[in-house]
């Protein structure tokens, strides 16, 4: 009788003991599961930003070892830019057209930049010149405050598809249109009336200090 009953008590405590240690399976794997979807919410929160910053990091490396190799000049404002000089006058054939295909290139290649129309502002002429260190005519391309060239230069690059490269860091998703002036780059002068000129004492016309030759001003969001 007394064995029948220490064999019961065994029994007991063996059921007992292996529903604990069902419990703490059952524990463990909730707190594992639970671990590993903790883990795995921080990872698909973190990687997007993760990955944007070591590409932007990875397209900056690449643009400064290309860059190396041109000519350092120093372009106001295009310390982080893209600087095209150009001209919107048609007097010289060749030279519209070749400011044509570089301003189609840059376009294709969806790159935002500073543009510099010598024609309509004669401090944009005289700059390109002290650049260049001579009385060069557009087109003439600036990155990061590097000289890349004119035409010639800017197409052969397109070519063996080192263009692409050095825009890489400048491309944007769409292109935007300036509030204030539509991608114009310039404004009628508010004062002059775009006429370059204003009424003095004694009915005297003197030279408007605010607006360029042409009686416009630059704007001011976009230049």
Known sequence: ???????????????????????????????????????????????????????????????????????????????????????????????????????????????????????????YKEEMWRLLGEQVTPPRLFIKCKYIGGADEVVSLNENEKLKKLLEVFSSAKSRQCEMCENERFLICSKCNGRSRVVAEHETWKRCIESNENGLVKCALCT
């Open 1 to 123: 009788m007394m064995d029948m009953k220490e064999r019961m008590v065994k029994k007991l405590k063996l059921i007992t003991s292996l529903g604990n240690l069902k419990q703490a399976i059952a524990l463990h794997k909730s707190n594992l599961d639970h671990t590993i979807f903790h883990q795995i919410d921080e990872k698909e929160c973190l990687t997007p930003t993760t990955i944007e910053v070591s590409e932007d990091k990875r397209l900056q490396q690449n643009l400064d070892e290309l860059l190396w190799a041109f000519e350092e000049k120093c372009v106001a404002g295009g310390q982080d830019s893209v600087v095209f000089f150009t001209t919107s006058l048609r007097g010289v054939r060749k030279t519209f057209e070749d400011c044509r295909r570089v301003r189609f290139l840059l376009e294709n290649h969806k790159a935002s930049f500073r543009e510099r129309d010598v024609s309509m502002d004669c401090e």
